[in-house]
């Protein structure tokens, strides 16, 4: 089981992981999610793989639900990694990639 006590998460990230969660749990296909679990789910990404958080509440419905379904599918609650090669589309390290080359 992931450890939480090891996460340390801002509170401007837990404020946008919120308004995250709300956004998700407004859609039907996630109306009867939980949305704790969501909040839990993102951040466990985020603190081993940076979002861009801000840029995911904005983004348009194709690319936040992709990610949304990628990380609730990917996502192994035990490691608290991210299996399957899934790699957000709003990932810190895509970004850092792509500046990089």
Known sequence: M????NINTSKEDVDLI???AKRTVKNIYYALSDPMSIMMDLEVVHSENPLRLR??????DDD????IRGIRFNLNKETGKLENCFLPRFSKLKT?????K
């Not at 992931?2 to 006590?5: A, G």
């Not at 840029?55 to 348009?60: G, I, R």
């Open 2 to 5: 992931v450890d939480f006590s």
């Open 18 to 20: 919120s308004k995250i």
């Open 55 to 60: 840029e995911m509440l904005e983004a348009s």
């Open 64 to 67: 936040f639900f992709h990610d």
């Open 96 to 100: 850092e990639k792509k500046s990089s």
